[in-house]
T-cell receptor, first 114, second 117 residues
Framework: AQTVTQSQPEMSVQEAETVTLSCTYDTSESDYYLFWYKQPPSRQMILVIRQEAYKQQNATENRFSVNFQKAAKSFSLKISDSQLGDAAMYFCAYSPGTASKLTFGTGTRLQVTL | GAVVSQHPSWVICKSGTSVKIECRSLDFQATTMFWYRQFPKQSLMLMATSNEGSKATYEQGVEKDKFLINHASLTLSTLTVTSAHPEDSSFYIC?????????????FGEGSWLTVV
């Protein structure tokens, strides 16, 4: 069974600084997708970034980028120039192939301070 | 962008009654939808995969007779919590994958809070 581990229950970052959230996963599949989702207090799940396992290039979306280390099964999220609106729960998630069902990590609560 | 709507957003029901939650894809067809449950301060746990025109596939430990899933059309899946009890109180959220989309694009609903009193 696939597992996703987020070892940081809480993280804090000052506004305009950079923070990295960690995620590791375990799978025997060769084709899969990895995601970072943001969940603000509204509970709406917002896709932050997505990485296809077959792509060696790390995904980037504006201030958000990932460090995807396939051999180490590591998928960390870097948030640059942190903003107050970035404060939320962040979930790392795994999906095998195109099955679309997600296995989530336990989440990291990110606080952004002035 | 694609929209997935859940209804109701909030529901309170008495213990022993049944409650239905709808998950609707508003601007795309979804052969497959997924239902998740999230307890307070915890992660999302997949409950079942809802397949249009066929039986849902339940995850291990999820009672299929208690959590009835119906996917009668390409835009609607329903989750019915039968004989609800206070321990069923939770946040339920669905997701859908457009049938016509290649790759792994997934859209989430806004979620539904269920409180059983």
């Amino acid at each position: 069974a696939q597992t996703v581990t987020q070892s940081q229950p809480e993280m804090s970052v000052q506004e305009a600084e950079t923070v990295t959230l960690s995620c590791t996963y375990d799978t025997s599949e060769s084709d899969y997708y990895l995601f970072w989702y943001k969940q603000p207090p509204s509970r709406q799940m917002i896709l932050v970034i997505r990485q296809e396992a077959y792509k060696q290039q790390n995904a980037t979306e504006n201030r958000f980028s990932v460090n995807f280390q396939k051999a180490a099964k590591s998928f960390s999220l870097k948030i640059s120039d942190s903003q107050l609106g970035d404060a939320a729960m962040y979930f790392c998630a795994y999906s095998p192939g195109t099955a679309s069902k997600l296995t989530f990590g336990t989440g990291t609560r990110l606080q952004v301070t002035l | 962008g694609a929209v997935v709507s859940q209804h109701p957003s909030w529901v309170i029901c008495k213990s022993g009654t049944s409650v239905k939650i709808e998950c609707r894809s508003l601007d795309f067809q979804a052969t497959t939808m997924f239902w998740y449950r999230q307890f307070p301060k915890q992660s999302l746990m997949l409950m079942a995969t809802s397949n249009e025109g066929s039986k849902a596939t339940y995850e291990q430990g999820v009672e299929k007779d208690k959590f009835l899933i119906n996917h009668a059309s390409l835009t609607l899946s329903t989750l019915t919590v039968t004989s609800a009890h206070p321990e069923d109180s939770s946040f339920y959220i669905c997701s859908a994958r457009p049938t016509a989309t290649l790759g792994n694009t997934i859209y989430f609903g806004e979620g539904s809070w269920l409180t059983v009193v």
